[in-house]
């Protein structure tokens, strides 16, 4: 008998690995071939010994808030998602499309876990061609902010406004940064002062720079 995590490498990895992404840890995938980005395929685990695929992008620039600090995240072992796409978030109970129980438990779980595989892969894909800059992260959030959500929207994951905020720097639009800047740093503690955030705003603006030139 395989572990959840054998199979989930079974299904999934052949998929991913032939796009580009290299598996970090257990059920998780990184692809590092895009400027200051990263993206994250990642089978993440649910209550009642199920599983449900999501996936995103993690931007280079931006730190990630972990224990009350900022910490930088730039490497494949360390992305994390600035912005995250669940299909839970959307549909609010777990759609059958993206999730699965232990494939060892029935008789079809092996044969429903390639199919979740198959339909989730060409799902995140979509996602991940259409991104490749801040600009396109910026529209991503943008669309996403319209968007109407039955369980987690934008505004409940940590790393949104900061995400959003630096990405418009670096898309060379500052003054429509600062609110969504503000508005992580109050809701967090974080002071517009912190030496990290400094540098990350340095660095998004030597992004915009250098890509007016």
């Known amino acids: 008998m395989t572990s959840v995590d054998e199979q989930c490498a079974l299904h999934f990895s052949p998929l991913l690995l ?31 010994e199920r599983f449900s695929a999501r996936w995103g992008f993690s931007l280079d620039f ?7 600090k900022l910490r930088w995240k730039k490497t494949a072992a360390s992305a ?3 912005l995250c796409i669940d299909p839970i978030d959307e549909a609010g109970s777990v ?15 092996a044969a429903n876990l390639a199919r979740v595989a198959t339909e989730t892969v060409a799902a995140a894909r979509k996602d991940f061609d259409a991104v490749s800059s801040p600009q396109d992260i910026v529209r991503l959030f943008e669309r996403r902010s319209t968007m109407r959500f039955a369980r987690f929207g934008p505004d409940s994951y940590v790393q949104t406004h900061l995400a959003w905020g630096l990405s418009l720097i670096a898309a060379g639009r500052p003054a429509d940064a600062e609110p969504h800047i503000g508005r992580f740093c109050e809701a967090f503690g974080v002071a517009r002062a ?14 915009a720079s250098g890509a007016a030139a």
Not at 194 to 207: I, R, W, Y
Request: glycine share 10%; charged share 30%.
């Open 194 to 207: 912190d030496p990290l955030l400094v540098k990350a705003t340095a660095m998004a603006e030597a992004m």
């Open 18 to 48: 032939d796009m580009g992404f290299a598996g970090v840890r257990a059920r998780r995938w990184v692809r590092s071939t895009k400027p200051a980005l990263r993206e994250i395929f990642e089978i993440q685990s649910l209550k009642g």
């Open 80 to 82: 994390d998602f600035d």
């Open 62 to 68: 931006v730190p990630v808030r972990r224990g009350g």
């Open 95 to 109: 759609p059958d499309w993206c999730s699965f129980g232990d494939p060892s438990a029935t008789r079809r779980g």
